[in-house]
């Protein structure tokens, strides 16, 4: 048994890593925008969803604490949507995470520096990005619209 103590905060930010594990997803939004020059919008979000609305409460107000914003959708959802609170939200609970860590490195590693570089506007970047999607163990591709190989075959058939 590891003989080592844990800070309080670290304590806490293994339990928030917890309800992000047991309770949370990870994903991407995909949909027709004429603003940007593939013509379509790509965003990456975290949603949880808790039947106990306290420790939807707790992962909330500790969020907030750290400086990332949340959105409460009712007395059992929440949502970190903008890039900046994912990226802190994931830095932050990163070495904590567990059953979500692939997910995590995915987003942290591959998808957020892109959208931060600009690289979800264009055509190839959009193709890119969605590999990185389809490699997210949590995010079920089989009954969804958009994927890489639609991209492929939709900006293919536009530069023919």
């Known amino acids: 048994m590891d003989d080592r103590k844990y800070s309080v905060e670290e304590l806490v930010k293994a339990y928030m890593a917890g309800l992000v594990d047991g309770a949370g997803s990870f994903s991407v939004q995909v949909h027709k925008d004429t603003n940007y020059k593939s013509g379509y919008a790509f965003a990456a979000f975290f949603k949880m969803n808790h039947r106990q609305q306290e420790a939807l409460v707790d992962f909330a107000n500790w ?79 089989s009954n969804r619209k958009y994927t890489q190989d639609y991209f492929i075959e939709e900006f293919k058939e536009e530069s023919a």
Not at 72 to 95: A, C, H, M
Not at 127 to 134: A, D, K, N, P, T
């Open 63 to 141: 969020a907030e604490d750290q400086g990332v914003e949340v959105s409460v959708e009712g007395e059992s959802s929440l949502t970190v949507g903008k890039i900046d609170d994912l990226k802190l939200l994931i830095e932050t609970l990163r070495p904590f995470v567990r059953t979500k860590a692939l997910d995590v490195e995915i987003l942290a590693e591959e998808i957020i520096p892109r959208i931060e570089a600009g690289e979800h506007t264009s055509e190839d970047g959009l193709i890119e990005l969605m590999g990185y999607v389809e490699q997210m163990p949590s995010v079920n591709m």
